[in-house]
């Protein structure tokens, strides 16, 4: 997935996937960056686990290719109320 923009309560935020494998796991865990355009300031970014797996970080990142932006707003509202 390349990185996208999204729109939320009126602001634009930048998502991007990243492949988390934790120690002793065989599978890649994708975990998504949400960073909040503007002045670094107000400048705000999390990070939030997304439920998609696989042992391949390539096809990882086939699957998150094919998230809806829905789903990722869905993980951005999650976070922001």
Known sequence: MAWRILSCEGETWHVQPAAERRANQAM?????????????????S???????ESSSKSSLFLQA????????????ARHLS
């Open 28 to 44: 890649w865990q994708l975990v998504l960056a949400f960073r909040r355009k503007g002045t670094q300031e107000g400048r705000r």
């Open 46 to 52: 999390f990070w939030a686990s997304f439920p998609l």
């Open 65 to 76: 290719e094919k998230l809806s932006d829905e789903a990722l707003q869905e993980v951005l």
